[in-house]
Nanobody, 124 residues
Framework: QVQLVESGGGVVQAGGSLRLSCAAS????????MGWFRQAPGKEREFVAA????????YYADSVKGRFTISRDNVKKTVYLQMNSLQPEDTAVYYC?????????????????WGQGTQVTVSS
């Protein structure tokens, strides 16, 4: 069992930056692939970024490529999402997720555990 707790959300002006963190419990964190997803009001959940168990492979949605960076620290059992050049369309609740598969995935159904989410609001 893995429990995930996100933090770092908030309100930021367009062009600003935030770093989200997702702290995991459990002894097997290093064997899980991790992902970030987001859901804006009235929209479906969408993939943002994913990272393999070792951090050697990363994937990004086209909408965030070049602006967001996913990383992980297996000693601290934490995954991060550095978000730069934020835009109002990035406003959403951001969720981290863990997959028992060691390979990163972009499909939400491939993830087994989810956090409660953290709100990110970007003002124009």
């Amino acid at each position: 069992q893995v429990q995930l707790v996100e933090s770092g959300g908030g309100v930021v002006q367009a062009g600003g930056s935030l770093r989200l963190s997702c702290a995991a419990s459990g002894r097997t964190f290093s064997s899980y692939a991790m992902g970030w997803f987001r859901q804006a009001p009235g929209k479906e959940r969408e993939f943002v970024a994913a990272i393999s168990w070792s951090g050697g492979s990363t994937y990004y949605a086209d909408s965030v490529k070049g602006r967001f960076t996913i990383s992980r620290d297996n000693v601290k059992k934490t995954v991060y999402l550095q978000m730069n050049s934020l835009q109002p369309e990035d406003t959403a609740v951001y969720y981290c997720a863990a997959s028992r598969s060691m390979s990163a995935h972009i499909e939400g159904v491939r993830y087994d555990y989810w956090g409660q989410g953290t709100q990110v609001t970007v003002s124009s």
